[in-house]
């Protein structure tokens, strides 16, 4: 799908993991699917408790605005197949991840444009507390049954707070989604008194830590939500590179 030039958005511009996950790669993890694309991408909000209203807004239109830049259609225009696949989640209560949008192609303005009017419309699902452990199982599980192949494929989490109260612990949950293939990346939401669980200036470190693996894993920050559109903009960059 190939259709209208992006633009950005509004004023913005801004199930646990089983054994059976633990194959050699995404690829093959998604070896039944015939349509190829060159990354799995699942983005993966912070939809806990500590998120109200407002910032909860500042994410979801963030987010869209950022896969509708030019930008990043650029991008995924000069990849082999010209075309990604993305799937956006959120997580917060344990074992509780949820898949908000599924797995969608996009090869152009149009299809991009599509997805980000259907994030922005998507209901809030509930959520509490900080289950990045089980959100990164979902995200794997998400992975593994995609419509689509891929060479690559990456977990893109955004958090406020560190793994809490997780079924399995986060750095369990990103050793076992490594082993299969997959990179998880991190942006940290470093406001002062967003993080009611550690100092702000901690919560890099912790995703370092504990979150991120793979070849290439980074960590980036955010000093805030105003700020988050700019952050995962310049994270989808770079994971298209």
């Given at each position: 799908?190939?259709?209208?030039?992006?633009?950005?958005?509004?004023?913005?511009?801004?199930?646990?993991?089983?054994?059976?996950?633990?194959?050699?790669?995404?690829?093959?993890?998604?070896?039944?699917?015939?349509?190829?694309?060159?990354?799995?991408?699942?983005?993966?909000?912070?939809?806990?408790?500590?998120?109200?209203?407002?910032?909860?807004?500042?994410?979801?239109?963030?987010?869209?605005?950022?896969?509708?830049?030019?930008?990043?259609?650029?991008?995924?225009?000069?990849?082999?197949?010209?075309?990604?696949?993305?799937?956006?989640?959120?997580?917060?209560?344990?074992?509780?991840?949820?898949?908000?949008?599924?797995?969608?192609?996009?090869?152009?303005?149009?299809?991009?444009?599509?997805?980000?009017?259907?994030?922005?419309?998507?209901?809030?699902?509930?959520?509490t507390w900080n289950a990045i452990g089980d959100a990164?199982?979902?995200?794997?599980?998400?992975?593994?049954?995609?419509?689509?192949?891929?060479?690559?494929?990456?977990?893109?989490?955004?958090?406020?707070?560190?793994?809490?109260?997780?079924?399995?612990?986060?750095?369990?949950?990103?050793?076992?989604?490594?082993?299969?293939?997959?990179?998880?990346?991190?942006?940290?939401?470093?406001?002062?008194?967003?993080?009611?669980?550690?100092?702000?200036?901690?919560?890099?470190?912790?995703?370092?830590?504990?979150?991120?693996?793979?070849?290439?894993?980074?960590?980036?920050?955010?000093?805030?939500?105003?700020?988050?559109?700019?952050?995962?903009?310049?994270?989808?960059?770079?994971?298209?590179?």
């Amino acid at each position: 799908m190939k259709i209208s030039t992006g633009i950005p958005r509004r004023a913005f511009g801004a199930g646990l993991l089983g054994a059976g996950l633990l194959g050699p790669g995404p690829a093959r993890l998604a070896r039944a699917q015939s349509v190829e694309v060159d990354l799995l991408l699942v983005l993966l909000n912070d939809g806990s408790g500590s998120i109200d209203a407002d910032e909860y807004a500042l994410q979801r239109e963030g987010t869209a605005a950022a896969v509708e830049r030019p930008e990043i259609l650029q991008a995924i225009a000069r990849l082999p197949t010209r075309s990604i696949a993305l799937a956006y989640g959120e997580w917060g209560s344990p074992g509780a991840a949820a898949l908000i949008l599924p797995w969608t192609r996009i090869s152009g303005p149009q299809a991009a444009a599509e997805f980000a009017d259907r994030l922005v419309d998507a209901p809030r699902p509930p959520q509490t507390w900080n289950a990045i452990g089980d959100a990164l199982a979902a995200a794997t599980d998400w992975i593994a049954a995609a419509p689509f192949r891929a060479p690559r494929a990456t977990i893109d989490l955004a958090g406020d707070g560190p793994d809490m109260r997780s079924a399995v612990p986060a750095p369990v949950a990103r050793d076992r989604a490594v082993a299969a293939g997959i990179t998880i990346n991190a942006l940290a939401i470093q406001a002062e008194g967003s993080t009611p669980f550690m100092g702000a200036r901690n919560l890099r470190a912790h995703y370092e830590d504990n979150v991120i693996g793979g070849p290439g894993a980074f960590v980036m920050t955010a000093r805030d939500r105003v700020d988050f559109a700019h952050a995962i903009f310049n994270k989808l960059v770079r994971e298209l590179a």
